[in-house]
């Protein structure tokens, strides 16, 4: 998955404003106690990245 098809979904499920502060500021065990942005900066591949954001704040089928 390209960074820029993460984000949109990001955007699309969080809208546009608080999908940034969700990747910024909310720390996810399953990321290794990482955030959305730490995890993708230190290597995380965005489709593993976009599959944790999906577990954990039940995102619907549809948009996953």
Do not use: I
């Not at 720390?27 to 954990?56: F, I, P």
């Amino acid at each position: 998955m390209r960074l820029t098809v993460f984000w949109q979904r990001m955007a699309d499920h969080f809208g546009p404003g608080y999908a940034d502060t969700f990747a910024r500021d909310h720390v996810m065990t399953e990321l290794g106690e990482r955030t959305v942005n730490e995890a993708l900066d230190s290597g995380w591949a965005a489709k593993d990245v976009w599959r944790v954001v999906c577990t954990v704040m039940d995102v619907p089928g549809e948009k996953r």
